[in-house]
């Protein structure tokens, strides 16, 4: 069976997050997505485990309500201030890594994301001996991830880094970017929304899909190890150019710089102010090829925006989160059961006869890759822009500010 898995978001209990994100929430949002399976997030939070506890039991590691089924997991801070993603089998897995950690921790019991004084290789070293994996979380951010404090996977992981077997790519990188980095092959490539809110324009607004014989932890975990025929089938994310940080810009004027330009006037803008290396020249110097060689196992990456977030552009709102967008939104989500469906599976002609023609025009460009982006920088957003017949529809992101708040 295909699954679409959203394995890493947040709970309430964790820093600048909607306090909208419940576990009931969340179970009933994932659907309308066209999610299967969600990360639990914050596992190692007590509050949250108790909310999780809510859900009906399937097995030890998988849980259900609503229909959407969870899987134990969460994201720690460790050395350098890198973000590692975990996921667990059962909750005794997950206590008895908590008592590992706990003398390391000092907010373990009070934020759902918890910070630990432990470098990558104890923390994996902890996590093999409970049988969770581990892997980076947004592995090339610019702040709080693996590429930003170390070159390589061993330098963060050690002796264990063989025992890391995913990484997560992160809203402002793709498999193409990946794929530049040798050390990086042999690996799963995770696309997750890291959310903070359940609005359907955060959650799931990257997500991978997976072939497995049941949607369970441990069919999820094979997935991932791609082993018995069970991987990852399609990885779905923003396009990278639209990230914040995706081009070496400076962090005042956001005027672009190149990463030869930007090195020769050492990282300072002709505004004064400093420049801040993007993901793109980061991942360009770490690459080891100057074009992406997909290993054999690589699904394909499809570059999508949500749908609101489509439907916002295509018939000129200034917000997707508007009446009017969220009516759009819901007429084509009742009549094709998910968002998914609509974006990647259902033909486009059935589309066409629910929803305004300029719409389905803009779920058609999408799919046909052919919007054209303006690259996001120095902590400025990118700009997506539709083709139109007679003008090109611009609008900024995000577009709303309020809760940009519970972007990460
Ligand atoms: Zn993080
Ligand atoms: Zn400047």
Redesign the pocket.
Known sequence: MIVNADL?IHSHFSGATSPKMNIENISTAAPLKGINIMGTGDCLHSGWIEEIKKCDKIDDGTFELNETRFILST?V?AAQRV?H?LFFPSFSSVESFKEKIRPYSKNLETDG?PNVSLTGEELATYARDVDAMIGP??AF?PY??IYSSYNSLDECYGNLSDYVSFVELGLSADSDFADKIKELHRLTFLTNS?CHSPHPVRLAREFNRFEVKDATFDEIKKAILRTGGRKPVLNVGLPPEEGKYHESACRSCYTHYTLEEATRRRWKCSCGKRIKKGVKDRINEQADFETPHHPSHRPKYVHLIPMAEIITKAIGQRSPFTQTVTKRWTELVTAFCSETRVLLDVDIEYISKITAPAITEAIQAFREKKVIIRPGGGGQYGVIELPSEDEIVTVMLPTDTQTSLYD?
């Open positions: 890493h994201e801070e973000h993603l994301r979380a947004h951010t709080t991830s890291d990460y």
